[in-house]
């Protein structure tokens, strides 16, 4: 039986070594600065960025970027809750999890054809039509994928453990991702094997290979029975509804984090999405290399970070090492948005960021499976906290191309202070909980 209980456990934290190639690759490291080479161009020697048009309608082209991913939250956003709760009733949640892992997979692998060079047209216009459409997909998939991943979390570990499953999961994301991106270095940026966006279908066959080794061990939920697809739908519905009552009127900690979930993660998420955007436009003198170089620094450190995070709430307590990550982010975001502007400064900055990066993405969702009651539908109540943290990606990207459009990339910044102040006060207000004092 123990055997079994860790051979599951083993699944589940592999899934992070499978699927975390996307946020790495796709989100961060390789598909933003090949986005940035695709719309822009050199004129006597300086940078110029393209506007991006898009059926029609113009924008900056971080700013189209900023809004793209923004959409793909808001639909994740929308459908999770709904499938969670058919999930959970239907006894669908490895399916629905294999669904978006494949979607995402394979929109990924799709981005091959992507242009990944400037036509060099200096009209400063240029137009992407379907090339951008796999991003869209890929970032549903992943997104949507993670919601049922996550729910398996209070089923698989007891509370004690939580925080250190959770935090093996990410590490093995952490290591998984880089090994392939290091792969992606030398195969196709410095031995120029073939061209770079080779490196996509390579992110597709990395993600469904090795989930396949979790789909094969994590376990199938139980049916609840209801055989039609309208019978799922309306237990969908009623899942969703009833959980959201439950968090509304009977569990205060649980509602109360989740508020400042949303805005810390809000910013933290963004960050992750817009980091080379950011640096692209304001650091001077920084190189494709650099940036690549940065991320990387942020995965190793991150591994070190999401163990350290563990240890130390074990020590002090889940809130108060969210509140320490939070305080740390803030300073970050403080350095940056005054001091940094070579690229030695941006090295800094990414050193720090990996340190919190983990730390508060792995003690975030162990603080919640903690505090979830005792329940036979996790995965409608993770769809919340998935919920929870699709509106605030939005809301976040949308605000961070929105102050570009209207001022400058810099100036977005100033925004992810104001979530990351609005997350520490409402985690203040977060009353005591039994669950988590009984497990420090």
């Known amino acids: 039986m123990k055997s079994s209980a860790s051979r599951i456990v083993r699944a589940w934290v592999f899934y992070d070594w499978a699927n975390s190639v996307y946020p790495l690759i796709i989100s961060s490291a390789i598909f933003p600065v090949v986005y940035e080479n695709a719309t822009s161009i050199k004129i006597n020697g300086k940078t110029v960025y393209d506007n991006i048009s898009f059926f029609g309608h113009l924008f900056k082209n971080t700013e189209f970027y900023a809004y793209l991913v923004c959409v793909s939250y808001l639909v994740v956003a929308l459908l999770t809750p709904l499938l969670s709760g058919i999930a959970d009733a239907g006894g669908k949640r490895k399916g629905f999890m294999q669904f978006f892992c494949f979607l995402g997979a394979v929109s990924s692998g799709l981005l091959y054809f992507f242009p990944t060079k400037n036509p060099g047209i200096q009209g400063q216009v240029m137009e992407l039509g379907w090339s951008i459409i796999p991003l869209f997909f890929g970032s549903i998939g992943f997104w949507g994928s993670l919601v049922y991943y996550n729910s398996y979390l209070p089923e698989i570990a007891s509370p004690e453990a939580q925080d250190k499953v959770s935090a093996r999961g990410f590490t093995m994301g952490y290591l998984g991702s880089s090994i392939l991106l290091i792969t992606i270095l030398i195969v196709f940026v410095f031995q120029k094997i073939a061209p770079i966006s080779w490196a996509f279908p390579l992110v597709s066959i990395w993600w469904i290979g090795f989930a396949l080794y979790s789909f094969y061990h994590l376990p199938k939920t139980p049916s609840k029975h209801y055989t039609s ?212």
Not at 261 to 281: C, G, R
Not at 374 to 387: E, G, I, K, N, W
Request: aromatic share 14%.
């Open 229 to 440: 697809l309208t019978g799922l739908c309306t237990a969908g519905f009623k899942e969703i509804s009833k959980v959201f009552y439950e968090i509304r009127t009977q569990h205060l900690p649980l509602k109360r984090f989740l508020y400042s979930y949303f805005m810390f993660n809000m910013a933290v998420q963004t960050i992750m999405v817009m980091a080379v955007s950011f640096a692209s436009k304001e650091i001077i003198g920084i190189k494709p290399a650099d940036l690549i170089t940065s991320i990387l620094l942020i995965q190793f450190l991150g591994v070190a970070g999401a163990f350290l995070m563990a240890l130390i709430s074990k020590k002090i307590g889940n809130i108060k090492t969210l509140m320490l990550s939070i305080m740390i982010w803030i300073a970050i975001c403080v350095y940056v948005y005054q001091f940094v502007y070579k690229p030695w400064q941006f090295y800094i900055a990414a050193a720090f960021v990996g340190l919190v990066m983990g730390g508060i993405q792995s003690n975030a969702r162990s603080t919640y499976s903690k505090l979830l009651p005792q329940t036979q539908d996790p995965t409608s109540y993770f769809s919340f906290f998935d919920l929870a943290e699709k509106i605030g990606l939005a809301i976040g990207t949308f605000s961070f191309g929105l102050i570009e459009g209207f001022l400058n990339i810099r100036s977005s910044i100033l925004a992810l202070i104001v979530f990351f102040v609005l997350g520490l006060l409402l985690l203040l207000r977060v009353p005591k909980s039994e669950k988590l004092s009984a497990i420090k």
